[in-house]
């Protein structure tokens, strides 16, 4: 389970970090539709990056401390599981679905009267588009393959441009982009940088059917029709023509086309997004070569009584007096409070060494979580009783052990 604070944390950084490159370098270029895929492209990372856990396995760990190709298995335990459960209520969960519940509704209520638009006013279907005709109180805007016009609209320019732009936001099924926008707010409705994304992707959506519409009629005509319709009712999920930050729109059709050599600057944007991928997705064991000295392979017919060395395997592993090992530690493990609360999980490899006379001794974390998992991982080892102490020719020798203790919350 991933814990709902860390998602919200890793998505908002996502999110401020590649829009905040979009806002300063990219949105300036007219390179369009490579910047709608860039901010799809957002969307997708803050909402699967903070899920994905990629590991490397930790057999690669015991492999820098020459521990895998020893015949003795006993030297890494078997993974300890520490769960909590979770049964008092969740204030903050109630919150999140009430939010969760008041924006679907909102957004279903809209779908409702679109349908209501579509059923009870005039249309007609040209070149596999539906054309709805609407009252002069709506904004010409389109959803999918419908396109919505007002029928105040009698100039045949007016009327050319409308269907020029609207037609550019169906073919290249912007509404689609919206649908999976709107779906990522109603996710993350208490986080404003995700309306913030919607709202530079609805905006991209118009700089695209602008240029192209441009290209092709006259631009003072097209700019009359844009203020013209900017002070009318639109739908927040819909393509509409006149959409807001019209100086913005305004300055994009009048700008001059950005030289190709500045596409290096999604380069940048890249780096970027690989960067985040391995900060918050890519979990590496620590390998600490320091440690290549504690287990050293020795030739074991030379061990003397009064030998300081320190082994990962022997001919006699040491005995835990307590039976299983494993079972022992999950029962003497408590859930820390406070990590509990922070919804913190994972994984602490704890280390320790058997010494000559069975204590426990030189315990040290090799790969810590947080500071409460790794300090109650630490407590347990050192309340160890006593082992019966490893031995080499008959001889008592220093033994190291690695475990990894997996803290988990679990939901009732």
Known sequence: MIPFLPYIVKSTIIL???????????????????????LLGILLMAQLIPFIQITTPFRSFMESQGIIDNPFAAIFLTDTNVEASVSTPNYWIWIYFSGVIVVSVKFALAILQLRHLVNTNPSKKIRGIRIVFLPRSYPNFSFFHLLFVNQSVEDAETRQNTFAHEKIHIRQLHSLDLLFIHLFCLINWFNPFAWLLKRAIIQNHEFIADHRVIQKYQTESYLRLILSQSFKTHFSFTNHFACSNLKKR????????????????????????????????????????????????????????????????????????????????????????????????????????????????????????????????????QSMPKWKPGKVNGKAVNVSFTVPINFQIKDL
Do not use: H
């Open 16 to 38: 401020i970090v590649l829009l905040g490159y979009y806002q300063l370098v990219l949105q300036k270029q007219t390179f369009y539709n490579t910047n709608r895929f860039y």
């Open 250 to 381: 305004i300055i994009m059709m009048t700008k001059q086309q950005t030289q190709k050599y500045k596409v290096w600057n999604y380069v940048p944007a890249t780096l970027l997004c690989g960067f985040l991928f391995i900060t918050f997705s890519c979990q590496t064991e620590e390998s600490n070569s320091q440690e290549q000295n504690v287990t050293q392979t020795l030739n074991l017919s030379n061990v003397t009584a009064d030998t300081t060395d320190t082994f990962v395997a022997v001919q006699d592993m040491p005995v835990f007096p307590e039976g299983d090992i494993v079972k022992w530690i999950n029962q003497k493990t408590k859930y820390p409070a406070e990590a509990q609360r922070k919804g913190v999980e994972g994984k602490v490899a704890i280390q320790f060494i058997v010494a000559k006379d069975g204590s426990v001794k030189d315990i040290k974390i090799v790969r810590g979580v947080e500071e409460t998992l790794d300090a109650e991982a630490v407590r347990v080892i």
